[in-house]
């Protein structure tokens, strides 16, 4: 068990030819707590497992420290950082057995054979791999392997866990089954771990916190409702949420003392925690997820809150059905319930919360509405 802090960390691979390559991470400053599940999310190649990496010991910063439960490591060797990593691509041992692939890592410490046994049975048991234990790994399933590479990471008791997308190569029923089997495991030993993904189901699902990375920059952290719930700039906004939010231009006016925006195709009252910066006259980007657009009976152009469009798609899946509606202000997708199944071609209201509004800086992309509030859970 063991905090790690990145304090300032910058790392540059050296380009293989003229100029310098662009940081792969970015002046970056991350406190994972003892016994946190920390989830880094982000774009392939925004630096997630370089990240890892750098804790694990694989690569060196340029500059910045690392800290594993208070310790600088920077002359610690990644053998001796009690850190264990699994990868996506679990590499087992092929011609050794399920017991054997678990055993390894600690019959290379030369731990007490009797420790060994009790120790590799006890972590099979939690992952359902008694059973398989005499088998090679040619003969189980993605599922079994995966959980072969967690266990063999497991057995050794490290102080951190790192996972690099260990679930990517599941199909969708498995993760979801390795999901809350992560949780449980997470539940039952209490080390802290660090979890790299770009799915953002995973990233919603397991983490107490995530760190939302773009380019080599960490963008947000934060609790992931609280992530979802007031995205800190455009970017994050448009990149956590499916399907993503929307995006219209709009301008500041005060409509009937309330501040609004006027789009294209109607006008949005505005959260009441709009900066107070702000002025009237200001062209800013809205954001609008999918999910916060409801239908309406209302057809008046001048009432707050409301635009309208016309249906231009429709897909119907059953449990939600996603609606495309062009308008004076761009596209907008609706996410509906299932039991409304609006027609192609026909005009449709909107009807918006003010409190589901988010706003955006046109130059800098930034949010313009206040803190979250602490309260939320
Ligand atoms: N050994 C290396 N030498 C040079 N450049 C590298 C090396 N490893 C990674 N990079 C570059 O550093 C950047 C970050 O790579 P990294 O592997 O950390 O991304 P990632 O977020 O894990 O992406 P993915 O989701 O695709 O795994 C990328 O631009 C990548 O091309
Ligand atoms: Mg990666």
Known sequence: MASVDLERVTKVYPRSGRGDSPPAVRDVS?????????????????????????IAGLE????????????????????????????????????L?????????????????????RRVESVAGSLGLTHL?????????????????????????????????????????LRAEMRGELRALHDRLRTTMIFVTHDQIEAMTLGHRIVVLRAGEVQ????P????RRPSNRWVAGFIGTPPMNFVRGRVETVAGRRSARVGCGIVELPADLAPSVRDGTDVELG????????????????????TGVVCAVEALGDHTLVRLTSDAGDVVAKLSGRETPTRGTPFSMRLDPDDVHVFSMSDGSSLRGSPDPAMP
């Open 30 to 54: 991350i406190e994972v707590r003892d016994r946190e599940f920390l989830v880094l999310v982000g774009p392939s190649g925004c630096g997630k497992s370089t990240i890892l990496r750098l």
């Open 60 to 95: 060196h910063p340029d500059s910045g420290a690392i800290r594993i439960g208070g310790r600088d490591v920077a002359a610690v060797a990644p053998r001796d950082r009690d850190i264990a990593m699994v990868f996506q691509s679990y590499a087992l041992y092929p011609h």
């Open 97 to 117: 057995t399920v017991r054997k692939n678990l055993s390894f890592p600690l019959d290379m410490r030369r731990v007490a054979r009797e420790d060994v046994r």
């Open 133 to 173: 234990l005499d088998r090679k790994p040619r003969a189980l399933s993605g599922g079994e392997k995966q959980r072969v590479a967690l266990g063999r990471a497991i057995v050794r008791e490290p102080k951190a866990f790192l996972f690099d997308e260990p679930l990517s190569n599941l199909d969708a029923k």
């Open 220 to 223: 947000q952290v934060g609790p």
């Open 225 to 228: 409702l609280e992530v979802h």
């Open 288 to 307: 609008i997820r999918p999910e916060d657009v409801h239908a309406t009976s209302i057809v008046r152009a001048d009432e707050p809150s409301s635009m």
